[in-house]
């Protein structure tokens, strides 16, 4: 029932935790090998343009210097085009699960990326008390 659900594997109880680390390890393994396959794309929108594979961004044609987390925050964002991410979301999705910080960092991010793309900063919309979005101008 589980695999027709969706789930890529489960463990059953009473369990080993070398057999369980070994599947979890796997899972992982897979996801990561996948991951970098989907990473050889470029993300467009109007005059922003964002290359996954060389980590670099355009906005009009000219280079835009971001920080690891800046980007992290703009490719996330602009994957998930007109959805709602979280702060939590992206905390999970950029520092992971044991990050213990404050959630309001990604306010400062997301202004520090807002200030460096310039005009095209508008494509980064605030849902209050939701998250952020990125949405295609007309």
Not at 25 to 45: F, G, M, N, P, V
Not at 84 to 99: A, D, H, M, P, T
């Amino acid at each position: 029932m589980g695999f027709e659900l969706g789930a890529d594997d489960y463990v059953t109880k009473p369990y080993s935790p070398r057999v369980l680390l070994a599947r979890a390890k796997r899972l992982l393994a897979s996801q990561l090998s996948h991951s970098l396959t989907e990473d050889h794309e470029i993300l467009k929108s109007h005059h922003l343009e964002v290359d996954l594979r060389s980590h670099t961004v355009k906005a009009d044609g000219e280079a835009i210097k971001l920080t690891h987390t800046e980007f992290e925050i703009l490719s996330y964002l602009m994957k998930n085009k007109n959805i709602v991410v979280s702060r939590e979301q992206l905390i999970v999705k950029i520092w992971g699960y044991e990050y213990a910080g404050d959630e309001r960092t990604i306010n400062t991010h997301i202004r520090n990326l807002r200030h460096k793309l310039g005009k095209s900063a508008n494509h980064i919309k605030t849902v209050v008390r939701a998250g952020y979005k990125f949405e295609d101008l007309k």
